[in-house]
Structures are given as structure tokens and as C-alpha cells.
T-cell receptor
Framework: LAKTTQPISMDSYEGQEVNITCSHN???????ITWYQQFPSQGPRFIIQ???TKVTNEVASLFIPADRKSSTLSLPRVSLSDTAVYYC???????????FGPGTRLSVLP | KAGVTQTPRYLIKTRGQQVTLSCSPI?????VSWYQQTPGQGLQFLFE???????NKGNFPGRFSGRQFSNSRSEMNVSTLELGDSALYLC??????????FGPGTRLTVL
């Protein structure tokens, strides 16, 4: 199973763009990269998933370089409500291949 | 469509007892995964069921078991509860390679 490494915590201010980078050096050919957001006492919520290059949806962008050994989640113009823990996961998309690391605790300050 | 539901939301048990948690996946989803979340260990994968078969299992003792019914609803059981089993138990459902949708969790407290 591919292991991921992310910063333990990050601080940002409202309105700024936040980039959280995840390292996954031993990612396998069939693995996808998925990011989840979790608020206290709630289940994680899917943010975005990608395989290579760039993926964008209404809430975030995901940048994946050609070697796929890292990925960056970009949150544009964060607000206080974006304060949460963000998890980077690598796997084939099924539960058995997902290993949750400690995640990145993002604190958005006013 | 309705999300993943888990019952009960909160549960208090004593050491040595057993507990059964229930998860109803999103309609049409055949994969159900279970996770344990604690402050010390974070989110850990328990097992995953697909079409009533356990497809994979995490590194938990045999006291933790589960099953899936023909309607994709799933239950997990923990026998001989220990203090360390106190945690938030999360269920997630998915449709093949699609994203996993998590339920709100069951908060289990073992006294």
C-alpha cells in the first residue's frame, strides 16, 4: 500500500489560496489520488480525485506532476469554514486500499 | 438521494460486552467499508464488503467482525469490548471506483 506524507498542520487567512502538498513516492500504476475533508465528529467528505495532470471542480484543484510521486491540493480563497483536517489518500479507489495518514490540520484565521 | 446512515449514533457499553453497529449505504452502492477513528491512531481501515463478501480486512483482532446483507446493508460487531475500543466508527459506501461516501459515524464509549 502506498504511504502518504503531508504536513501535520497549516495556518492561513481568509481569502488566501491554500496549497497542501502530499508525497506518495511508491504510488502504483493503478492508484488514484483522492483528497478528503473532515470536520470534528463527522465522517470525511470527498473533495477531489485525480490520476494525473490537473483536475478541477467547484471547490478545489488537484495538481499531479508527471512522475505522480506527489500531488497538491489547492483551495482558492479559503474561508473560516474551511478549517478542517485534510487527508490525502492513494489507492485503487476501493476501501481496502485506502490508508489514512494523520492528515493536515488547516486553520483559517480571520 | 439519501446518504449513508449509521445507527445508533451514540452508544455506551461496559468492558466485556459486545456491540453491533449498523450501516445503510447509498442506494445502488454495493461496497461498504468500515473504519475506526481514535485521537491516537487516526482513521484505520477495518474491513470492506462487496456483494455480501468480505473483500479485504485491516489489521484488527478477530473480536471485530462484520457482514453484509443482500440489500447491501452492513453490520459490524465487536465482542468482548475493551476500553481501547472507544472510538468513532465510520462506515463508507462506494460504487466501484467512485468516491467513498462516509456516514456520520457511531460514537462508541466503553466504560
Amino acid at each position: 500500500l502506498a504511504k502518504t506524507t503531508q504536513p501535520i498542520s497549516m495556518d492561513s487567512y481568509e481569502g488566501q489560496e491554500v496549497n497542501i502538498t502530499c508525497s506518495h513516492n511508491n504510488i502504483a500504476t493503478n492508484d488514484y489520488i483522492t483528497w478528503y475533508q473532515q470536520f470534528p465528529s463527522q465522517g470525511p467528505r470527498f473533495i477531489i480525485q485525480g490520476y494525473k495532470t490537473k483536475v478541477t471542480n467547484e471547490v478545489a484543484s488537484l495538481f499531479i506532476p508527471a512522475d505522480r510521486k506527489s500531488s497538491t491540493l489547492s483551495l482558492p480563497r479559503v474561508s473560516l469554514s474551511d478549517t478542517a483536517v485534510y487527508y490525502c489518500l492513494v489507492g485503487e479507489g476501493y476501501g481496502q486500499n485506502f490508508v489514512f495518514g494523520p492528515g493536515t490540520r488547516l486553520s483559517v484565521l480571520p | 438521494k439519501a446518504g449513508v446512515t449509521q445507527t445508533p449514533r451514540y452508544l455506551i457499553k461496559t468492558r466485556g460486552q459486545q456491540v453491533t453497529l449498523s450501516c445503510s449505504p447509498i442506494s445502488g452502492h454495493r461496497s461498504v467499508s468500515w473504519y475506526q477513528q481514535t485521537p491516537g491512531q487516526g482513521l484505520q481501515f477495518l474491513f470492506e464488503y462487496f456483494s455480501e463478501t468480505q473483500r479485504n480486512k485491516g489489521n484488527f483482532p478477530g473480536r471485530f467482525s462484520g457482514r453484509q446483507f443482500s440489500n447491501s446493508r452492513s453490520e459490524m460487531n465487536v465482542s468482548t469490548l475493551e476500553l481501547g475500543d472507544s472510538a468513532l466508527y465510520l462506515c463508507a459506501s462506494s460504487s466501484e471506483r467512485d468516491e467513498q461516501f462516509f456516514g456520520p459515524g457511531t460514537r462508541l464509549t466503553v466504560l
